[in-house]
Each structure stands twice: as structure tokens, then as C-alpha cells.
């Protein structure tokens, strides 16, 4: 059996418009956890367009960034490894997991379960393209009549995989219902390269119970760090060091929360960052005193300096109670 090769059993998982720079450095800031990039879309980087470029372009990050890679020509997956290494990527992930229409329907992400055989080529493009490690993200299945997360995982490390990340729900299920972590264990059985298990890992206690309960090397964790950028970090002080870190307070949450527009504002604008904010304070402040009535006001508004002030009275009304 091989090992995970990381300084961490944690990972970031890779999310869409969200995993991008300014996130990247803010759940770095907290401490331990690998980081994954947002996917980067092949033709596009192969064709050089700017945009994707710069979304692929990790070079100035002092942490090791997995940059992870979607799409569904061998060829330009090739091209595309290359110039993802020359960006700076530790390693590579190919999504062949993401459940969205348009990327589906693109013969990516999930799609490729049911094309083992594109799925294959497109896995040898990449490991001969570089010398970096390749891994590939997959689910249980396309569907409940159709689960072969364990044929597929063969297949990735035959192809040449270093390791696997396995969603424990199938394209279906986008993400409804509870993960199938029995998948994620037979996965584990199936290879002999190591597999971090991915769905419902929400706190510490709850990665522990993966790792013992699958055999898994490592865990990825996604929607449960939206507006919850330390959890990576708690998670990894609880797997390495057996510490529960504090309840965190308001105070950090609304500096957080203002870190977080700053690092968008340093990497957008102030124009994009107010936008793309709003769905960070839904984030943040879940489950808070008066949430919905902030969240409500806060989207309507469209002066930047508006928001901020927005942001400072309600955590300084929030934390005089």
C-alpha cells in the first residue's frame, strides 16, 4: 500500500467560483490542510485565454496548491497539465465528478463514469504530460443503477493515478441525502494507492469517524468550510494532535468575514468583490441572531463602503448582547 504524500490528511475540495485565490490564502492563513484549486477548464487554459490563466496561475502562493483540471479532449488535457505545472501546481486533479448540466454535457466531470474507456485516456494523457502527481475525483456512480465507483478507481490506478478522492454520492444525487461512505471503504479495498474520502466531513469528530469507519487515507471537505474557513485547520489539529479548538467567537467571524471581502477586493475590485460578497455573508453568518433580516438588507446594497458599515453594525449589535 502507498501513502498519501501530503503534510496533511485534510484537503480543501475543489468548488467552482469559490476555491479561488482570495479563499486559497484565507483558509492557508488558519494553518494545516492541503489546498485544492477551483476547477480550471482545459480548453480554455490550452488556448491561453487570460481569464483562465490567471485562475490557473499559483506561482505567487507560498502553499502547495493542487490545481485541478476539467474537461473532455486527451489532448488538451495534456496541453493543459503542461501549462498547469508551469503555473506553479504541486499536482494535478482531473474532476470527473462534477455533476453540473453544462459540464456533463460536455462528456466531463461525472460524464466520464459512464465513458471508462475516455476516462482512461484521458488519466495516460495527463501522467505522461508531466512529472507531477495526477489524481483523479470521482463519485459512487451516475446513478443508483449504476454504481461503479470501485471499476472506476481500478482503472484510475492502472492508468497511472497517485491517488483517488471518491464523492460518496452518485451524479443523481448532486448533493442530497446522506454520502455512501460504504463506497468510499470499497474503494479503499479495491487500490492499492491512497483514497481521501469526500461527503458529510462537517467538524472534526465527523473526520475522525471517516478515516476509522472507511480505511481512508485522507479527507476532503467542501460545502461544510463555506463561511467556515478554519475548519480545515480544526480539522487537522484534531487528526494530528487530538486538539478541539475553541467555539469561535463573533468578533472572528466578522473579521474573517472582512478579511475575506478585502482578499476579493485586492483580486476583483471593489465592483466584483461586492457582488461575489453577498453570498459570503449568507455564508458566514448562518444560524446567527437576525440573520435573515442582515442578509436581506445587505444584498440590496450597492455602495461598497455601504456594505462594510452593513457588516460593522450588525457583529457590533451582535456581540453586545
Known amino acids: 500500500m502507498q501513502i498519501l504524500d501530503f503534510d496533511s490528511k485534510v484537503f480543501l475540495a475543489p468548488m467552482a467560483g469559490i476555491t479561488d485565490y482570495p479563499m ?42 493542487v490545481v485541478q483540471l476539467v474537461g473532455g479532449e486527451p489532448e488538451l488535457f495534456a496541453d493543459a497539465a503542461r501549462f498547469a505545472a508551469e503555473l506553479g501546481a504541486h499536482s494535478l486533479d482531473i474532476n470527473m465528478g462534477c455533476p453540473v448540466k453544462k459540464i456533463v454535457g460536455n462528456n466531463s466531470g461525472s460524464y ?67 454520502a455512501d461512505w460504504d463506497i468510499i471503504a470499497a474503494v479503499k479495498q479495491a487500490v492499492k494507492i491512497p483514497v481521501v474520502g469526500n461527503g458529510d466531513v462537517t467538524s472534526p469528530q465527523k473526520a475522525a469517524e471517516m478515516l ?61 468583490a461586492l457582488s461575489l460578497s453577498r453570498k459570503y455573508v449568507c455564508w458566514y453568518c448562518k444560524n446567527m441572531r437576525e440573520a435573515r433580516r442582515f442578509r436581506e438588507a445587505y444584498v440590496r446594497l450597492t455602495d461598497f463602503a455601504a456594505a462594510l458599515a452593513e457588516i460593522n453594525r450588525y457583529f457590533d449589535n451582535c456581540n453586545e448582547e
Open 112 to 178: 466520464l463514469m459512464k465513458d471508462m474507456a475516455l476516462a482512461e485516456k484521458i488519466i495516460r494523457a495527463v501522467v505522461g504530460a508531466t512529472p507531477l502527481k495526477v489524481s483523479v475525483k470521482f463519485r459512487k456512480g451516475w446513478d443508483a443503477s449504476h454504481v461503479n465507483a470501485v471499476e472506476f478507481a481500478r482503472m484510475c490506478e492502472e492508468a497511472g493515478a497517485a491517488y483517488l478522492s471518491v464523492h460518496g454520492r452518485t451524479r443523481a444525487e448532486f448533493y442530497s441525502g446522506a
Open 212 to 272: 476509522e469507519y472507511t480505511g481512508a487515507d485522507g479527507v476532503m471537505v467542501g460545502r461544510a468550510a463555506l463561511g467556515n474557513p478554519w475548519l480545515i485547520a480544526q480539522i487537522h489539529n484534531y487528526l494530528e494532535h487530538g486538539r478541539i479548538e475553541p467555539e469561535v467567537s463573533r468578533e472572528l467571524v466578522k473579521q474573517t468575514l472582512l478579511t475575506h471581502i478585502k482578499e476579493l477586493t485586492d483580486y476583483y475590485g471593489e465592483k466584483t
Open 24 to 65: 486559497r490564502r484565507l483558509v492557508s492563513s488558519f494553518g494545516g490542510g492541503n489546498i485544492v484549486s477551483e476547477m480550471v477548464a482545459i480548453n480554455a487554459l490550452s488556448r491561453k485565454n487570460a481569464k483562465t490563466w490567471r485562475i490557473a496561475d499559483v506561482r505567487a502562493e507560498p502553499y502547495k496548491v
